[in-house]
């Protein structure tokens, strides 16, 4: 019987994976949770935590929201779509074809990144053309839009590969979780005026790079290196991914 | 020189463990290239976690899995490029047109997009759904989604095909029609894994079928075969006729009679015997003593469904078994108590 070389597994992964993608986009794209937690939810935290803040500038708005509209959208594609799958056993499918885990996982991992790319650029458009925003550097910005969906999107997955079989039951630890992040990665309060011990968690989110990057792609500066940031975003896609392949290798032993 | 034999699937000491529960204890078997295999077992038996290890969902706790040759699980995607699966529940994309969800598994089990045009074609056409290929599967009926499952299992011309209860619960139309396939692709080369708690269609089709109960394979063999180890379960079957508004009294006690079983209409009586010279006589005497006429007797020996309920523990004869008006045996006395 003649076995799949490397290349051909590497080659026809990535085709894979985004076959995986593109039919969740079409199949998920207008599917209540992710329109509710992915569109309208930044829009609303926007309005609450801005509203009345002289200090905030057109830029400093546009900034804030978009890497809200990025993390809520991109990290809320993964629960909802591996939930309902496992639901309708469609998952079941995907998992006993020729293509490994992590193959799986990034197909899904591309649907959150496309959705919110797709998203984020409705921010980013209203802000050039009625608040006449200027970016500092529209490459960086590009590539830190890309790198925050993917790490976020990531992070989506990996909540929902805990075995679950019904949305709400991820999705209320993940925003339990996707919340205090938000208060703790310099969008609503600067890192600076953190107290000490406050900022050093704040390191362990991946929004506290998404959130920098975008600053320093927009307004030409950040509170760290941006390399550091652009580092670290894909530092943690991997980290969820492994995290999240971890799962379902308890899975394929327990089964859910 | 003898030719080695080619084996679809090999299984040596296969297990299964949670915590205490011990769901499969370390069976072996083969399934030959190219034959209808038949999975039999009660509720619980252990039935389904051997499947869902042997299409690598599930990872065993010991014991060995080869698939065409191919180790499980650390060849896995090898093997699971020559298998096809068809679940019991019908997992098909619903908000995807019927042409979207075959393209779709052709895309992940890698064909080129000619070859996936052509294919969809061809296995609409085969399963009937040209007219319904731009049509969202949630318009299906369960018919039609089953019939879908099935060709996206097929897309990629798979060697072997599992099938887990094909046929449940879908209409004598579809039922026909998905016996009639397995056997043709079966003809064509197709290796067959059939899970099934339809004896007969087991009986029908399968050239070999294992029994398992708590997790430990009962036997395996071929049908009659089976059949043939335990000819001491013998039935006469008796029809009387009787005018209306009279019952018949029990046969139960006649001697020799080990249990009756009656039919939920008519007057056919079944009757479990392990010495069927003896019962005979004592049925038509019966007759006689009753003033009732007998329209047909005849001997019957054991249905695949009487091994299965003697090697899985249940009572011979303790299901309700629907009118039978022929002598032939086919594992005609109803579907029984067993599930998957």
């Given amino acids: ?256 | 020189m003898k030719s080695e034999e080619l084996f679809a699937i090999e299984v040596r000491g296969l297990t299964k463990r949670y915590d205490k529960l011990l769901a499969v204890n370390g069976i072996d078997f083969d399934v030959k290239d190219g034959e209808i295999f038949g999975f039999l077992g009660p509720n619980g038996a252990g039935k389904t976690t051997t499947t869902t290890m042997l299409t690598t969902f599930l990872e065993p706790t010991a014991g060995t899995v080869r698939i065409y040759g191919y180790d499980l699980p650390r060849e896995s995607l090898d093997a699971r490029a020559l298998m096809g699966i068809v679940p019991e529940e019908s997992n098909v994309y619903l908000e995807l047109t019927a042409l979207g969800n075959l393209i779709f598994a052709g895309k992940i089990y890698r064909m080129s997009r000619k070859a996936r045009k052509r294919r969809a074609a061809e296995l609409l056409e085969m399963f009937g759904l040209s007219d319904k290929a731009s049509v969202k599967v949630q318009e299906f009926s369960k018919g039609m989604r089953r019939r879908l499952t099935v060709a996206m299992a097929l897309m990629h011309e798979p060697k072997l095909l599992f099938l887990d209860e094909p046929i449940s619960g879908l209409d004598v139309q579809s039922t026909r029609y998905i016996k009639t396939l397995v056997h043709d692709l079966n003809e064509s080369g197709v290796t067959i894994f059939l899970t099934t708690h339809q004896i007969e269609v087991a009986s029908e089709l399968c050239h070999r079928v294992a029994i398992i109960n708590q997790g430990s394979l009962a036997t395996i063999g071929t049908p009659d075969d089976l059949k043939a180890n335990i000819e001491s379960v013998q039935t006469i079957a008796v029809t009387f006729d009787v005018p209306e508004g009279i019952s018949i009294p029990s046969l139960a006690e006649l001697p020799g009679v080990n249990h009756e079983v009656k039919a939920k209409s008519g007057s056919e009586r079944r009757l479990y015997t392990d010495s069927p010279a003896d019962v005979i006589p004592a049925v038509v005497d019966f007759a006689r003593k009753h003033e009732l006429r007998i329209i047909s007797l005849s001997t019957l020996g054991p249905s695949l469904e009487d091994v299965f309920l003697k090697l899985t523990g249940q009572e011979v004869g303790s299901i309700t078994s629907p009118p039978v008006g022929e002598g032939k045996r086919g594992g005609k006395r109803g579907k029984g108590g067993m599930g998957k």
């Fill in chain 1, 1 to 256: 019987m003649k076995k799949m070389s490397l290349w051909s597994r590497t080659a026809g992964g990535f085709g894979q994976a985004w076959a995986i993608a593109s039919k969740d986009l079409r199949t998920y794209y207008f599917n209540p949770p992710m329109l509710m937690f992915g569109l309208i939810m930044p829009v609303l935290l926007f309005f609450s935590f801005s509203m009345r803040r002289a200090d905030l500038t057109r830029e400093m708005g546009i900034m804030h929201l978009l890497s809200m509209t990025l993390f809520f959208t991109s990290s809320t594609a993964g629960p909802v779509i591996l939930i309902l799958e496992r639901r309708t056993r469609t998952l079941d499918r995907l998992m006993t074809a020729p293509l490994s885990m992590s193959c799986l996982l990034f197909g899904k991992t591309l649907v959150g990144v496309v959705f919110a790319v797709g998203v984020a650029l409705v921010p980013l458009i209203i802000g050039l053309a009625f608040f006449h925003i200027q970016i500092h550097n529209p490459a960086l910005l590009g590539a830190a839009i890309v790198l925050a969906a993917m790490s976020f999107s990531a992070l989506g997955i990996w909540f929902g590969s805990f075995p679950a079989k019904s949305v709400g039951t991820v999705m209320m630890p993940s925003t339990l979780i996707r919340w205090p992040l938000l208060f703790i990665s310099g969008i609503f309060i600067p890192l600076g005026n953190l107290p000490g011990w406050l900022r050093g968690v704040s390191y362990i989110s991946p929004l506290t790079y998404a959130h920098d990057a975008v600053k320093h792609a927009i307004s030409g500066s950040g509170t760290q290196p941006v390399v550091l940031d652009m580092l670290m975003l894909p530092a943690f896609l991997l980290l969820f991914l492994f995290l999240a392949v971890r799962l379902y290798r308890r899975v394929r032993k327990l089964g859910y």
